[in-house]
């Protein structure tokens, strides 16, 4: 099932101009006539492309970096960079004979335990193939915020969370605040799911906690999101620390995708749009960008479901760059200007690891983002190796995917519902490798990246 099309093309008309004048006894008149400039969307439909020499790079040296992001064990699908704007070099490759054989050696699926199904599933790959963005979304959300923001709809992000998820207005969670849920210190506890329960609960050990609250088993994703309480501090709960051993601290950065599911229903509420619509018409179309944005599996929430703004959005590599290359721009260029550059502004000033739902890291070692670095890196990041990086000292775009397949057995939408011992059941986000029970992989975003600056001459 590849995205679906909705895009309207900009409409920009040319002014003409003219004047004139005269006199009782002289009736010719003298026209001038001049033609604006066009705007012309600095967002490409179709990327221009330039070669490494132009760009800047030694060609050998970034042919050797993308080598590097495509070694077999990897399980990388896309790698894509973009220099000045441009398209300078992409990879795109199906699993490798190796990788095929390793997880059939290791599936517990009857069907995974032959090689070809894994072929089959990942076979060849190229620009127009999609891939997902796991927490990758969790960025998108963010900026959805922030247009919300400067559209009115949203006050600021210092407001109360509590305005839209009006279930908190009785109690001491009415002050908890937008940036509070931006930055995930809500104060919430974590909420996980499982598969012989199918509902979302509090997270009972540091595995489950520590990926942000596994609640992908669960039918309805949000309404469990919003019944959480505060942790205690002081309290010792399994979840804190891989010795389940310690005691929660008040006010510190705990990794949560119900704090981002809530920011999906604040979209929601606040715009009177779910919150697929409302990227769509604000976010999509101005870039360009085909995608579409998985559903949990309730029939009724904002739109036939509740959207998964914690994760799950479904497009290209292509597109990705697309959103990374609007936050270099600094916003969305319009014929009328620079929307919603406030926002992004304040996102890209970014000098610690977490905040507003992207992550920072310096480009030099220790890497660790702080007002000493003279150069932060923005990223986002999602399960699986799906990164979209911003370097704005040298006006880069990185995109790395890992292989990827949506699986549509339960029925044609992207609505997810899984069974993790039935995919023949199951509508799932069948990343590689360990969204299919695969072992982790040795890729690393900053190696990337340096052997690709590592390139410029």
């Not at 400039?37 to 050998?60: L, Q, R």
């Not at 050990?205 to 959480?228: F, K």
């Not at 370097?391 to 057995?409: F, G």
């Not at 986000?429 to 990337?448: D, H, K, N, Q």
Request: aromatic share 12%.
């Amino acid at each position: 099932m590849q995205p679906h099309q909705n895009f309207s093309s900009l409409l920009v008309f040319a002014l003409l101009s003219a004047c004139g004048g005269g006199g009782s006894t002289d009736t010719s008149v003298t026209a001038t006539t001049s033609s604006a400039t066009v705007f012309e969307s600095p967002h490409p439909n179709v990327w221009e492309v330039a070669t490494a020499s132009e760009a800047g790079f030694d060609e050998d040296a970034l042919n050797s970096a993308f080598e590097y992001a495509v070694t077999d064990g990897f399980y990388t699908q896309a790698v894509v960079l973009i220099k000045d704007g441009k398209l300078v070099k992409e990879l795109y490759r199906g699993i490798t004979d190796a990788e095929a054989v390793g997880l059939a050696s290791i599936s517990g699926l009857p069907e995974g335990q032959n090689v070809g199904y894994w072929q089959d599933l990942y076979g060849d790959r190229d620009e127009a193939s999609a891939v997902t963005s796991w927490s990758t979304a969790k960025s998108f959300t963010s900026v959805l915020i922030g247009i919300a923001i400067e559209q009115g709809l949203i006050q600021s992000a210092s407001q109360s969370a509590s305005d839209f998820i009006d279930e908190w207005q009785a109690d001491d969670r009415a002050r908890i605040t937008i940036q509070q849920l931006l930055d995930m210190r809500s104060g919430l506890v974590p909420k996980c799911s499982s598969a012989e329960t199918a509902v979302v609960g509090e997270c009972g050990d540091y595995q489950g906690a520590s990926s942000g609250g596994n609640i992908v088993y669960a039918a309805d994703q949000l309404t469990g999101c919003i019944d959480r309480e505060f942790a205690v501090p002081g309290t010792v709960y399994p979840w804190v620390s891989p010795q389940g051993e310690d005691e929660y601290e008040a006010g510190q950065f705990y990794y949560s995708n119900c704090d981002t599911q809530l920011l999906g229903e604040i979209i929601f509420r606040a715009t009177g749009q779910d919150p697929g619509l409302f990227a769509q018409q604000n976010l999509f179309e101005p870039l360009f960008i085909e995608a579409d944005w998985w559903r949990d599996d309730v029939e009724g929430g904002q739109a036939n479901g509740n959207y998964l703004t914690y994760c799950c959005l479904d497009s290209t590599a292509r597109d990705f760059a697309k959103f990374g290359y609007m936050l270099l721009l600094g916003g969305i260029e319009t014929s009328e200007g620079k929307d919603y550059a406030s926002y992004i502004s304040k996102v890209l000033a970014q000098e610690e690891t977490y905040r507003n739902q992207f992550w920072a890291y310096c480009d030099s070692a220790p890497f660790t983002a702080s007002p000493d670095c003279e150069n932060v890196l923005l990223m986002t990041i999602g399960f699986d190796g799906q990164y979209i990086l911003v370097d704005q000292k040298n006006d880069i775009v990185l995109v790395r995917t890992s292989l990827y397949e949506p699986i549509l057995n339960s029925s044609e939408e992207r609505k997810m519902r899984l069974n993790p011992i039935v995919l023949s059941e199951s509508n799932w986000v069948a990343s590689l490798p360990m969204a299919m029970l695969g072992p982790g992989t040795e890729f690393g975003i900053m190696r990337f990246y340096l052997a690709v600056t590592g390139a410029l001459q």
